[in-house]
């Protein structure tokens, strides 16, 4: 291949790679107004099992006809399946459950945006993937973005606490499910390996729905729709860019991305629910948003590196 058609193609690949970049954020930051839809006609853990049944069955028909290549041994199909619970599972009933104890889809994004500082502490410490002084200031300016907004909020008493657990887990299921996909998954067909997390995923909180919640669901258009914006725009097409994007770049840089989301989710939320945002916490989503920034900020000087030969 010549230099010139090296180039070309190099460019082609960052102008995918951008355009799968927008389409992710603005499909995850709508994504949390979507679930607040869903959440007002069935509680979490019931919305969450219809969302991966109507997921493992849209897959049905894309793998009769993609034929993907499945995983080869109960290892492979093991990760495939602890990826996907926490990424999946566990991550969104933690996310939904903060917003159907009454947290705004704003505050809800920007404190999962976490997952991007989460993920360079973790890089830095344990994947060879330093951190300099610019990257560090980053972290700090943008743990004290989080807390000015979650302070602002407990201190007009806004925010129940077992919001503030239940995002914890999932910030926490997010991070963990990024970095363990990245380590254990990097060669698993995408679309073997959603249905098989659609499945897990469904078995997993089926019984929690019925036992915990009991099940009950308001059938409407309005749950259909948000359902199907759920599964379809934001499970299979958005996890899936940015699982693509997981394999073309390093992962603070690609998980980075996630900043973006609070910033669509806050815009949105204004004119679906009428929420307006209060100038502690726009404050605190502007620090927040520059800390990450910051903490990326090396990552974008130069272009990403593959290791190990991974497509």
């Keep these: ?42 509680p979490p853990f019931t919305m969450l099992s219809l969302r991966y049944l109507l997921g493992f069955l849209c897959m049905v028909p894309v793998l009769l006809i993609a034929r993907p290549r499945w995983p080869e041994t109960p290892g492979e199909f093991g990760h495939v399946v602890v990826a996907g619970l926490l990424m999946h599972a566990v991550h969104l009933s933690g996310s939904h459950y903060s917003q159907y104890l009454g947290l705004s889809a704003g505050i809800t994004a920007l404190v999962m945006s976490l997952q991007t500082l989460a993920t360079a502490i973790i890089a830095s410490r344990w994947m060879g993937d330093r951190l300099g002084p610019v990257q560090w200031v980053g972290v700090v300016m943008g743990l004290a973005g989080v807390t000015l907004v979650v302070w602002h909020k407990i201190d007009v008493k806004e925010l129940p606490l077992g919001s503030l657990v239940a995002l914890a887990f999932g910030l926490t299921a997010i991070t963990a499910g990024t970095l363990y996909q990245k380590a254990f998954c990097p060669r698993v067909d995408l679309k073997a390996g959603a249905f098989i997390q659609f499945a897990a995923s469904a078995l997993a909180l089926a019984p929690l729905a019925v036992l915990v919640e009991g099940a009950p669901v308001d059938w409407s258009w309005q749950l259909f729709a948000a359902l199907a914006f759920l599964v379809i725009l934001a499970s299979i097409l958005a996890t899936n860019a940015l699982n693509l994007l997981m394999r073309h770049g390093e992962a603070t840089r690609v998980t980075s991305l996630i900043y973006l989301t609070p910033i669509i989710a806050v815009a949105l939320e204004y004119p679906m629910f009428g929420v307006s945002p209060g100038l502690l916490s726009l404050a605190g989503i502007a620090i927040t948003c520059a800390g990450v920034a910051l903490v990326t900020w090396r990552k974008r000087q130069a272009p990403a590196t593959l290791s190990g030969g991974e497509v």
């Excluded at 180039?7 to 799968?20: E, M, Q, V």
């Design 1 to 42: 291949m010549t230099a010139t058609a090296s180039n070309r193609s190099a460019a082609d690949r960052r102008l995918i790679d951008t355009a799968l970049a927008w389409y992710f954020v603005g499909v995850w930051g709508s994504g949390f107004l979507a679930s607040k839809v869903a959440l007002q006609y069935a």
